[in-house]
């Protein structure tokens, strides 16, 4: 039986879309792989609100992540950090030899502007990493109140990963002064995993210079600089089947209109919280509540993995807790193509399941 996928990515892919990946294949040195690869940029540039290159890498999320961190800090890195994804680009830089320093919060709340400020004050770093939408908590950072602080360091790269949220929440990346915001293909955008998405600007591009040990693959100014000298084409061989459906997508995406994508992700996320507080309670501080996914506070002491394997007979799946939150709390994300009517489907069944 299929399950519709209420987890935190992958998430289901419509069958027209999925449909496009069975084009034939075509040279990826081709002209026609440069004018495919251009207009996925051009589109995602809408996206992403930003007139700054784009970057396509046959990779997860993590590894744009990790070509972030290691390709563009010269000195030292501050990573705020609020789950476990923030952890990773942490050990990601320790990994990568590169200095850095966390700065963690209880988990539940966000990084606030007085942290990124009091760091920065320091005048130790010079790039700094945020996790915009923390899957593993449910916590999506004050990003346009940090932004504010940003402005005071503008010799600072700022890194965002926005994996779990750009397409599902607004996130003007220029307007922002994000250097680097980084995407992946499986969670908002309602494609299928294996495509990491960047945007990159001129200052991540002249701090990349200045870095010797940027690696080979995840170089992000060797991606850069191949897509300006060879018309939007890459170093590697792209994954030209995911890039048929998100050429597709994207024009399905900005034929819904932008604004109303973002409110039908955010009336999902708020009829998810309501019913969370009505039954539970919601694991995050609620100022700060992701729209994207909802992590719920298992005050019943459920067995949610058995909670989750009733759901799949009935055809539905989320996610139980991360890590050490496993079964103290589990998580419902309400991203992508989804409408309130599929939220509420769910939402029906879990308490019928649990005699509600």
Same mark, same amino acid.
């Given at each position: ?25 075509? #040279? ?14 051009? !589109? ?27 390709? +563009? ?14 952890? %990773?680009?942490? !050990? ?5 030899? &590169? ?7 209880? =988990? ?29 908590? /449910? ?5 346009? @109140?940090?932004? @504010? ?9 700022? +890194? ?6 750009? /397409? #599902?929440?607004? $996130? ?8 680097? +915001? ?5 969670? +908002? ?25 940027? *690696? ?18 890459? =170093? ?20 819904? *209109? ?8 955010? @009336?999902?996320?708020?009829?998810? %919280? ?9 694991? =995050? ?10 992590? $719920? ?6 067995? &949610? ?6 759901? #799949? ?30 939220? !509420? ?9 649990? #005699?509600?």
């Amino acid at each position: 039986m299929h399950k519709k996928l209420f987890i935190p990515g992958p998430i289901d892919v419509a069958q027209d879309v999925l449909e496009q990946m069975t084009k034939p294949m075509i #040279g990826h040195r081709s002209k026609e792989a440069s004018s495919l690869q251009r207009r996925i940029s051009e !589109k995602l540039q809408k996206v992403f609100y930003t007139k700054e290159q784009i970057l396509l890498s046959t990779s997860s999320g993590s590894g744009l992540m990790e070509g972030a961190i290691r390709s +563009c800090t010269r000195k030292r890195a501050a990573v705020f950090s609020v789950g476990a994804f923030g952890d %990773r680009w942490y !050990k990601m830089a320790v990994s990568n030899n &590169v200095a850095a320093d966390k700065f963690a919060v209880e =988990p539940g709340e966000a990084i606030t502007p007085e942290m990124v400020d009091e760091a920065l004050a320091t005048g130790k770093y010079d790039l700094i990493t945020i996790t915009h939408n923390e899957t593993s908590t /449910g916590v999506m950072n004050p990003v346009y @109140e940090i932004s @504010e602080v940003m402005k005071k360091y503008p010799e600072v790269v700022w +890194c965002l990963d926005a994996v779990s949220s750009m /397409g #599902g929440t607004k $996130i003007e990346v220029d307007k922002l002064g994000v250097d680097i +915001c980084i995407t992946s293909t499986q969670k +908002c955008l309602s494609l299928p995993p294996g495509v990491a998405i960047a945007s990159m600007s001129q200052k991540a591009v002249e701090a990349a210079k200045q870095v010797e040990f940027r *690696g080979v693959y995840l170089d992000l100014l060797a991606l850069y600089e191949y897509i300006q000298k060879k018309d939007h084409q890459y =170093p590697s061989t792209p994954a030209l089947s995911i890039m048929y459906a998100m050429d597709y997508q994207l024009d399905k995406i900005l034929a819904e *209109g932008l604004e109303n994508r973002f409110q039908r992700h955010l @009336e999902m996320a708020q009829y998810v %919280r309501a019913w969370a507080k009505e039954k539970f309670e919601i694991f =995050p501080n609620e100022k700060y509540a992701s729209n994207t996914l909802t992590t $719920i506070k298992n005050t019943k002491g459920i067995n &949610v993995a058995a909670l989750n394997k009733e759901l #799949g007979n009935r055809g539905y799946a989320i996610s139980n807790g991360y890590g050490d939150l496993k079964e103290k709390t589990f998580r419902i994300a309400h991203m992508g193509d989804y409408n309130l009517d599929d939220v !509420k489907g769910l939402l029906e069944n879990i308490d019928y399941i649990l #005699g509600e």
